[in-house]
Antibody, heavy 117, light 111 residues
Framework: QVQLKQWGAGLLKPSETLSLTCAVY????????WSWIRQPPGGGLEWIGE???????KYNPSLKSRVTISVDTSKNQFSLKLNSMTAADTAVYHC???????????WGQGTMVTVSS | QTVVTQEPSLTVSPGGTVTLTCASS?????????PNWFQQKPGQAPSTLIY???NKHSWTPARFSGSLLGGKAALTLSGVQPEDEADYYC???????????FGGGTKLTVL
């Protein structure tokens, strides 16, 4: 059974860079898309972006200038970096697996990230 | 940027049928938007129900179905159970911009 386990700092100061990593256990890494999605407290879901197993990326235009999603196939891991964090970036960040037509079939457990001075 | 609109809230009686819809600000939703549907219960990560308009995952209960209806994507729950009370989100692919856009979500109450 495929599981996604994610980790990273949960408390950041304004202007710092968010760094999260998601590891894939129990399944193939190749042939899938690997995404990040966030949800502010009490709010809806927002697609941040995705990376293919070969490293090609797509990003939400609203975040594109600040976001980098990368993949490490040797470790079956992918990562999110979001710089210049502000309070508006406070959210639960989820990693996810997808395939063509289904950008998210398996979700990670989520990491609450709070930006506060 | 494309805005995806869902009903903010709906109420259904146990055993009843309800249809949730998902509209795009750019026009009719088609299969090229690859509509996806997700269920989220309080305090939990979302769960994926439907992909590419009407395809179910192995864990999707049979009472959930997806379709295109009147220019929108639709999620129909037939024989609603109390445990179906949750937030439901749709997700559309906007090919021109190569991005995915979530709807604002529908809070479904089973009463």
């Amino acid at each position: 059974q495929v599981q996604l386990k994610q980790w990273g700092a949960g408390l950041l100061k304004p202007s710092e860079t968010l760094s999260l990593t998601c590891a894939v256990y129990g399944g193939s890494f190749s042939g899938y898309y690997w995404s990040w999605i966030r949800q502010p407290p009490g709010g809806g879901l927002e697609w941040i972006g995705e990376v293919s197993h070969s490293g090609s990326t797509k990003y939400n235009p609203s975040l594109k200038s600040r976001v980098t999603i990368s993949v490490d196939t040797s470790k079956n891991q992918f990562s999110l970096k979001l710089n210049s964090m502000t309070a508006a970036d406070t959210a639960v960040y989820h990693c996810a697996r997808g395939f063509s037509g289904s950008p998210v079939d398996i979700w990670g457990q989520g990491t609450m990230v709070t930006v506060s001075s | 940027q494309t805005v995806v609109t869902q009903e903010p809230s709906l109420t259904v009686s146990p055993g009843g049928t309800v249809t949730l819809t998902c509209a795009s600000s750019t026009g009719a939703v088609t299969s090229s938007h690859y509509p996806n549907w997700f269920q989220q219960k309080p305090g939990q990560a979302p769960s994926t129900l439907i992909y590419s308009t009407s395809n179910k995952h192995s864990w999707t209960p049979a009472r959930f179905s997806g379709s295109l209806l009147g220019g929108k994507a639709a999620l129909t729950l037939s024989g609603v159970q109390p445990e179906d009370e949750a937030d439901y989100y749709c997700l559309l692919y906007c090919g021109d911009a190569q991005l995915w856009v979530f709807g604002g979500g529908t809070k479904l109450t089973v009463l």
